[in-house]
């Protein structure tokens, strides 16, 4: 019986039914797999909710934006400052990610209603703050007892003068955070990006999608790509300002990190701008390297060709010893790998940097296109919990629109790199590997137990549940508080930080000395031992 | 840091800045881990769930385990009856727990589900239980559904035979497993025969053996709460926190109880082990009395660098009750006392302290937050400040030192197997104060003035 056989054999025959579709072992063949729906009650899912992934993920890096999270206190402060995605302000930015509003909804506001007490919330930090924007988040029960948020938010702007905007992401819609980061993005659309007129692109003018700065990894990647000469608009919204981002529609490339979560604006912008959009991948040397190179060849300059090559040959120069180094440790260790949406494909080409070997790997919230490929988005059906959540259709916004590439170099560069196209995760991993969609905590010990990888990449509500079963788990959501892995210094962070894990001593002194040795010496009667 | 914030006080009436409490179903996931072989079930969306989880594993390091009914937009229109029929299935079937322990989240109390009598229709294995509180995420704070769960463990357990086991109940107040630990060594010394409710010392102080255990050693036994209903007494520690259940204990069983404060500093600790004393009928053993020297003794020693030091101290109300005690015992000002819980009583508690050490020109806020404590500070700055993580970025804006003491504590390590109850609990805490306070005058003293001995 295969470990995947193994595994699903424990479960009832209804759970059966449902997990099976969500697991498969990577063949020659062509693979489908069930992704994005509901998780069944009562197994211990990773998966969040919708307000986790609309203000949690995709808004709270946005740094000048003071977020109200309307509800009771809790939804509000589990997202203060857990996240690690770094931003800085300045004298001209504020920066409130140090702070956690909420409106703190009491008995009364739920049995009354809580538009009261939000209109007076936002009076208040306007008259505190002043901040450039603020956005309102609802949490369930908002929802449930019909605050109209989106109503108080248009009253609010009038009377402040400030862009106020409102985010129905109650945690029931959806069937994960991935609603939440639909949500979030229709709201960039619609109340952000292209409303500002105050920047004059440079040449290779790009914006960054998707990238949170987690650890400082958007810090790394700017630094490498203003060294080779390019404009950033924006970043969407790791270490992002809403003033920046309302200039974002001036770039002539989206670079998108993560799909999962920004597809949706990645492509929006592409129809009401004309940005062509580049799927990229700056974790791993050799993924930073082959990113830079498609973006060169996006822009088509001699110049900025050279610049590229001599970048990475001087970036990959101050690197190779420690990679070499580290390589000698970890090349052969195998690894499971179970994240978010994208980040389990990402590290892929880190992992094999490094020659580790993977033998498990999943998302949390993952559609099928994050496994398949953009390819079978025309084939995925839609549920009842998929149309809970907010889906907007945009058109060219004329004055705006720019034509980017012509069709002829459009076509070209199709089948040259991943422009407006993602590959998903199963095409990158080797025959053998189980994916699985959703690993719940039962799977997690059973697969570890099967399957036994020298290193368990999770996050928080795994990571001790790995390590006191013997196995390291080294957090990919938070990089356990160090970073940044992102670009080419990145890979040695992280290669140090397995490395460091693999060998600390304590794994040495997990057992004590009288489970192994015996400790009844004795003396045989009448002789001497 | 905190740039933002600024001097001028402002009344806020809607916008909470900063909050120093969270919801209820944390608190009671907290309590549920403390019940032997428990899985803590989350009636709500996922996220609620997975948020307290990420909470209590950062704080304890240790895995939180708990299972949610995962509401889609459907079960939020048609009712979660469905979704906690099928949880508790799969959780008794996967997970192999022997009682599960459901709480509601404001989802599940906002649409009105009855978890009473969905739990009613439900078919329970042979041997297993289910049990429930409601937790209502806008009213309280996680210290009241820390009391809440443990209120429902009685509520469905808890049995009077009218045959007494001779036994005394504690409940530890929201403290963490080294503090149980201490509570229970201290009951152990004075030789009593108790049940604690919850214990979490054993579940979230788990050692590392090379072998996962979902369920570990610790953790109240079920037949233990069965039984609670025949004890003599309650003591219920930490009075915000435990006279709740206690009471609840008491209407069902008829079993009295003492509340008491955490036994936090000298003064406390007395009653505790006076009470202990009085229901054990056993005098205090020369031990108890050598930690107690040992206390008074460094207190004593190290009065010069603490004496009259101001400080502020944020928290859960009993736990922040509990050291202002203890500073003011020390001969510190508890110049801040703020608490995110709502509650006069708390205000009543504090002025009693203060009054009692005849202290004056010292604030208490219940339902406070650290925004407005930051605020108190920069117009009249403390010495030193007390409490969890959140207020790290205050005391580097301010300059000020910070010990780190009560829920959470999510940049640390250690700190939850270490008892601050308990004479060798204020020990630890004595020890923590000085050296913050000490070592930031080795940082601050001018070159000429740095003392060798101290």
């Not at chain 1, 040397?285 to 973006?295: K, P």
């Not at chain 2, 579940?203 to 036994?221: F, Q, S």
């Amino acid at each position: 019986m295969s470990s995947m056989e193994k595994v699903l054999d424990k479960y009832s025959s209804k759970v059966y039914k449902n997990r099976k579709a969500h697991i498969l072992e990577k063949t020659d063949e062509l693979q489908s797999i069930t992704a994005d729906v509901r998780t069944v009650p009562g197994i211990m899912t990773n998966r969040g909710c919708c307000y986790a992934g609309c203000k949690g993920v995709v808004l709270a890096p946005i740094k000048d934006a003071a977020i109200i999270v309307h509800g009771p206190i809790g939804c509000s402060f589990y997202t203060w400052g857990t996240r690690r995605h770094k931003a800085k302000g300045d004298e001209n930015t504020k920066n409130f990610l140090e702070y956690c509003f909420s409106t703190d909804m009491q008995e009364a506001d739920i049995v009354f209603g809580g538009e009261k007490k939000l209109r007076q919330a936002i009076k208040e930090v306007v008259e505190i703050f002043n901040p450039a924007t603020v956005m309102i988040c609802s949490t369930c029960p908002v929802g449930l007892i019909g605050d109209d948020i989106h109503a108080v938010a248009a009253e609010a702007e009038a009377l402040y003068g400030i862009k106020v905007m409102a985010f129905s992401c109650e945690g029931y819609k959806g069937v994960s955070q991935s609603g939440g980061h639909h949500i979030a993005s229709n709201g960039l659309i619609k109340h952000v990006i292209g409303t500002g007129d105050t920047r004059v692109p440079k040449q290779f003018a790009i914006n960054i999608l998707g990238e949170y700065n987690i650890g400082g990894d958007g810090w790394e990647i700017n630094r490498v790509l203003k060294r080779i000469g390019y404009d950033i608009i924006c970043s969407i919204p790791g270490d992002g300002s809403y003033e920046e981002m309302r200039n974002a529609h001036v770039a002539d490339l989206n670079l998108v990190q993560c799909h999962r979560s920004i597809n949706y604006v990645a492509e929006m912008m592409q129809v009401q701008y004309g940005i062509p959009w580049l799927k990229v991948n700056f974790i791993g040397v050799n993924g930073t390297i082959e990113t830079l190179r498609s973006i060169a060849k996006y822009f088509d300059d001699e110049g900025l060709t050279a610049k590229t090559e001599e970048v990475i040959a001087d970036e990959v120069a101050m690197i190779i010893d420690d990679m070499e180094y580290y390589k000698t440790k970890l090349k052969g260790k195998t690894a499971a790998i179970f994240l978010g949406g994208s980040r389990s494909h990402h590290y892929q080409t880190l992992l094999k940097d490094l020659e580790m070997e993977t033998v498990l790997a999943g998302y949390e919230f993952g559609h099928r296109d994050d496994y398949e490929g953009r390819e079978v988005i025309p084939n995925i059906k839609h549920d009842g919990d998929s149309k809970s959540i907010e889906s907007i259709t945009v058109s060219k916004v004329p004055d705006k629109y720019k034509v980017r590439l012509s069709e002829e170099r459009y076509a070209k560069l199709k089948e040259e790199i991943n422009l407006e196209y993602y590959g998903g995760l199963i095409k990158d991993v080797e025959k053998g590997v189980i994916i699985v969609d959703d690993l719940n905590h039962f799977e997690t010990e059973e697969f570890l137990k099967l399957l036994k990888p020298d290193v368990f990449f999770a996050g928080i509500k795994d990571k001790y549940v790995a390590q006191k079963g013997g196995t390291l788990s080294r957090q990919l959501h938070s990089y356990d508080y160090s970073g940044p892995y992102a670009g080419f210094a990145g890979a040695v962070n992280f290669a140090r930080d397995v490395t460091m894990g693999i060998s600390t001593p304590a794994w040495g002194l997990v057992k004590a000395p009288w489970k192994t040795e015996p400790t009844l010496t004795g003396q045989v009667a009448g002789g001497e031992v | 840091m905190l740039d933002l914030t600024p001097k001028e006080v402002s009344e806020r009436k809607a916008l909470r800045i900063n909050p120093a409490k969270t919801c209820q179903p944390v608190g009671a996931i907290y309590a549920a881990l403390g019940v032997h072989k428990c899985m803590p079930h989350s009636h709500g969306s996922q996220g609620c769930c997975s948020f307290h989880r990420m909470y209590l594993t950062r704080h304890f390091k240790e895995p939180a385990i708990a299972a949610s009914s995962s509401f889609t937009e459907g079960s939020s229109v048609f009712g979660g009856g469905a979704n906690i029929k099928a949880s508790v299935k799969n959780i008794f079937d996967m997970y192999k727990a022997d009682i599960i322990a459901v709480h509601t989240t404001c989802l599940s109390e906002t649409i009105g589900d009855d978890l009473n009598s969905f739990i009613q229709e439900i078919d329970i294995p042979e041997g297993k239980y289910v049990v429930h509180t409601n937790t209502p995420s806008y009213v309280g704070s996680h210290v009241t559904g820390f009391g809440n769960m443990i209120s429902g463990f009685i509520k469905y357990l808890a049995k009077s035979t009218k045959v007494s086991n001779g036994k005394l109940n504690i409940m530890p107040g929201f403290v963490n497993p080294g503090d149980m630990r201490e509570m229970k060594r201290l009951a152990d010394l004075m030789g009593a025969s108790y049940i604690m409710l919850p214990d979490t010392s054993g579940v979230l102080d788990a050692p590392m053996t090379g072998h996962y255990d979902m369920y570990p050693r610790g953790g109240t036994k079920i037949e233990d709460i069965i039984s609670m209903g025949d004890s003599k007494i309650t003591f219920a520690l930490g009075e915000l926190t435990c006279e709740a259940p206690a009471n609840t204990l008491e209407k069902k069983c008829g079993v009295p109880y003492k509340t008491m404060p955490l036994p936090m500093g000298v003064a406390a600790t007395d009653a505790y082990i006076m009470a202990l004393s009085q229901f054990t009928k056993n005098e205090v053993p020369y031990e108890i009395e050598e930690e107690r020297g040992q206390l008074v003794d460094i207190m004593l020693d190290g009065h010069p660098y603490f004496h009259n030091k101001s400080v502020a101290i944020y928290g859960d109300p009993d736990t922040v009750l509990g050291i202002t005690a203890l500073v003011l015992e020390m001969g510190m000002i508890p110049k801040y006392i703020v608490t995110g819980t709502p509650g006069d009583a708390f205000n009543k508690k504090a002025e009693e302290l203060f009054e009692q050490a005849g202290v004056t020109g010292c604030v208490a806020k219940a339902a406070g937050d650290l925004f407005e404590l930051h605020q108190w500070i920069k117009n009249d700055p403390v010495d030193v400040m007390i409490g969890g993580t959140h207020g790290k970025h205050i005391a580097r804006a301010e300059d000020i030192p910070l010990v780190r003491a009560g829920f959470p504590i999510l940049d640390r390590y250690v700190h939850s197997m270490m008892a601050i109850v308990g004479y060798k609990g204020a020990i630890r805490l004595v020890e923590l104060i000085l050296t913050a306070l000490m070592d930031r005058q080795d940082r601050d003293c001018n070159e000429e003035d740095m003392e060798m001995i101290m």
